[in-house]
């Protein structure tokens, strides 16, 4: 089981960016997702999540209206649009799975397996 997280980089704000979190090794299909984030200094931050199958997705107060996650089962990824970047949108972005076959979002268990961050900067 892997996931590799990519799309990071340096935008300005009211910019957009599109992450991506691709899967080995298992179907993203059959698992939640979700994204996290942490900024330096600050906890970690639990920004989307999408069910398995055709379940529901939920997103943190501080991005709502602003991020829109969503999944390609043929790429086997899962996407995290950002819009209306933000210079407190700053984080390591770091999508994650809980490895339970169906389960709904948010997961009644931990997240098992992480994938590296990326780096989302916002600033002029």
């Known amino acids: 089981v892997q996931l590799q997280a990519s799309g990071g980089g340096l935008v300005q704000p009211g910019g957009s960016l599109r992450l991506s979190c691709a899967a080995s090794?298992?179907?993203?299909?059959?698992?939640?997702i979700g994204w996290f984030r942490q900024a330096p200094g600050k906890e970690r931050e639990g920004v989307s999540c999408?069910?398995?199958?055709?379940?529901?997705?939920y997103y943190a107060d501080s991005v709502k209206g602003r991020a829109t996650i969503s999944r390609d089962s043929a790429k086997n990824t899962v996407y995290l649009q950002m819009n209306s970047l933000k210079p407190e949108d700053t984080a390591v972005y770091y999508c994650?799975?809980?490895?339970?076959?169906?389960?709904?979002?948010?997961?009644?268990?931990?997240?098992?397996?992480w994938g590296q961050g990326t780096l989302v900067t916002v600033s002029s």
């Open positions: 994650a799975t809980d490895r339970v076959p169906g389960s709904t979002c948010p997961p009644a268990g931990p997240y098992r397996s």
């Open positions: 090794g298992f179907t993203l299909d059959y698992y939640v």
């Open positions: 999408i069910s398995s199958g055709d379940g529901g997705i």
